[in-house]
T-cell receptor
Framework: LAKTTQPISMDSYEGQEVNITCSHN???????ITWYQQFPSQGPRFIIQ???TKVTNEVASLFIPADRKSSTLSLPRVSLSDTAVYYC???????????????FGRGTSLIVHP | NAGVTQTPKFRILKIGQSMTLQCTQD?????MYWYRQDPGMGLKLIYY???????DKGEVPNGYNVSRSTTEDFPLRLELAAPSQTSVYFC?????????????FGPGTRLTVL
């Protein structure tokens, strides 16, 4: 089961681009990389998912290098409302007899300052 | 769609009491999950279900029970509540299984055991 490592916290300012990197050295061939966002007192919310190269949606971009041992969530021009905890998850396409346990580590606490 | 709903929002229990946390989803998802989140920590999977009548243990199942009699409902039962069960509980559901699925989370139930 691939484990992930993220910075515990990051600080930024409004209007800046924020890049949060997640390390997953033991990622398996079938694993996808998924990022969630969690605001205080709310459940996590799906942001973006990818397998390789680059994925972009209306909220963020996800960069995955060729070796897939890390990934970077990029938030363009952050605002105060982007202050949240961001989780990186890695997992494959099936439960494989119940072996897949979604693992939300401590995540990265992003604080955006005025 | 209401998505994933949880009741109650808050609850205080005395040691040894029992209660059921309710979770309902209206997205016709087969897969449902219960997580707990302790202060400053990530989410830990308690139990999950891949369909009506099928449940299995997650990472931290001790002290909890679940049932899945319908696709929509996935209640979590706490028997003999203990202070260690003080936490925020999140229910989630997904259309597909495994690491490439998008989980939809409820608003959470904040439980305190005194």
């Amino acid at each position: 089961l691939a484990k992930t490592t993220q910075p515990i916290s990051m600080d930024s300012y409004e209007g800046q681009e924020v890049n949060i990197t997640c390390s997953h050295n033991n990622i398996a061939t079938n694993d996808y990389i998924t990022w969630y966002q969690q605001f205080p007192s709310q459940g996590p919310r799906f942001i973006i998912q990818g397998y390789k190269t680059k994925v972009t949606n209306e909220v963020a971009s996800l960069f995955i290098p060729a070796d897939r041992k890390s990934s970077t969530l990029s938030l363009p021009r952050v605002s105060l409302s982007d202050t949240a905890v961001y989780y990186c998850l890695v997992g494959d396409t099936g439960w494989s007899g119940g072996s897949y346990i979604p693992t939300f580590g401590r995540g990265t606490s992003l604080i955006v300052h005025p | 769609n209401a998505g994933v709903t949880q009741t109650p929002k808050f609850r205080i229990l005395k040691i040894g009491q029992s209660m059921t946390l309710q979770c309902t989803q209206d997205m016709n998802h087969n897969y449902m999950y219960w997580y707990r989140q302790d202060p400053g920590m990530g989410l830990k999977l308690i139990y999950y279900s891949v369909g009506a009548g099928i449940t299995d243990k997650g990472e931290v199942p001790n002290g909890y029970n679940v049932s899945r009699s319908t696709t929509e409902d996935f209640p979590l039962r706490l028997e003999l509540a203990a202070p260690s069960q003080t936490s925020v509980y999140f229910c989630a559901s997904s259309y597909t299984q495994g690491g490439h699925n998008e989980q939809f989370f409820g608003p959470g139930t904040r439980l305190t055991v005194l």
